[in-house]
Structures are given as structure tokens and as C-alpha cells.
């Protein structure tokens, strides 16, 4: 079952655990910076349960042009169960625009299945590399991937991507 995560919810350091779990320091907010975001009326922190287990967590910002999946995880118990699968298939029939993802470049086996999980799902690997802006103040850009769907991406959709919604969703460097 689909939550959307509020600060004062019980199951928000699970939530952040298995962010933290999932996805290394450069790549994640700090607990006071995600908990600032959640404000942002385009920001949708989400989380999954089955039972009274959170198995994933899946946070996007919707804006009128695109989706942008910020950060999505399987809990380590639950992965190669068919349950991210099953919540990122759902999570597509319920967009009607495109959506667009960070992952990273493909350098070893791990990246290389992330990829593959999503191209299985209909997502398209853009070839060129991707700066994501830091996430705070001294960290610097992490060369990442981009992946969309339905389509790949074009230039128009990259530069509206970068130009018109960094600053809202990394506001710290923009």
C-alpha cells in the first residue's frame, strides 16, 4: 500500500534508513534538508508497506511538463522479490507525463543491473553523461545517467530538465 511520508509519521526513520541504505552520501539530502522539502507542494515523499513493513520508498517531484524520480529503493530484505517491479509499474500508469531518473553510470555489474531493471520497465538510457548538482554546500556534481519514459529524451526535454527545474530541486547550489 502507497503512503505519502509526513515528518510526524512512525515509520519516517525507516523511511530515511532505507534511503541511507540505498544511495551514498553524495547522492541523498541530510534528514534537515529532506525534511525542508517536503514542503515543496510539487515534492511527493512516498513509501510502500505490505503488512506493517515499509519494503520501498519512492520519492518524485510532479511538474506540469515532467516527473522526476529523485530516489527509489527496494528495502534490502524485499529486492528480487518482483515487488519494485510491481510499484514502478504502478507508479508509470499512474503518470500521464513524461518521467525522467538519475542512475549511475554504468561502470560495474550493480550499475549495470539498476539499468537493465529499468530498460525491462520501459525506460531509456540517454548515452551522454549527466551532472547532478550537489546536494550540499562543498560536495560537488556527481556524474550520473539519465533514463526517461515513455520515450528517450531529447535536447529540448534535458535543457527544460536542467534549466527550469534544478533550481527547485537542488536549491542549495542553483
Not at 84 to 108: A, N, T, Y
Not at 113 to 134: D, T, V
Not at 150 to 162: A, H, K, T
Request: proline share 5%; glycine share 4%; with cysteine.
Amino acid at each position: 500500500m502507497k503512503h505519502t511520508l509526513e515528518t510526524q509519521d512512525s515509520h519516517f526513520e525507516t523511511v530515511l534508513d532505507i534511503l541511507s541504505q540505498s544511495f551514498p552520501l553524495e547522492e541523498r539530502r541530510d534528514k534537515d534538508c529532506f525534511i525542508t522539502v517536503m514542503e515543496e507542494d510539487c515534492f511527493y515523499p512516498c513509501y510502500y508497506q505490505i503488512g506493517e513493513k515499509v519494503v520501498a520508498i519512492l520519492f518524485y517531484w510532479r511538474f506540469k511538463e515532467l516527473c522526476y524520480i529523485e530516489h527509489f529503493a527496494v528495502g534490502k530484505k524485499f529486492r528480487g522479490s518482483g515487488i519494485g517491479e510491481s510499484i514502478l509499474q504502478q507508479f508509470i500508469d499512474e503518470m500521464d507525463i513524461p518521467i525522467v531518473l538519475e542512475v549511475e553510470k554504468p561502470i560495474d555489474m550493480n550499475h549495470w543491473r539498476r539499468i537493465s531493471f529499468y530498460e525491462r520497465n520501459g525506460f531509456y538510457l540517454l548515452k551522454q553523461g549527466y551532472l547532478q548538482p550537489a546536494y550540499r554546500l562543498g560536495d560537488k556534481k556527481v556524474m550520473l545517467s539519465l533514463m526517461s519514459y515513455p520515450l528517450p529524451l531529447d535536447n529540448s526535454l534535458i535543457n527544460e530538465f536542467v534549466t527550469k527545474y534544478h533550481p527547485i530541486i537542488y536549491p542549495i547550489l542553483e
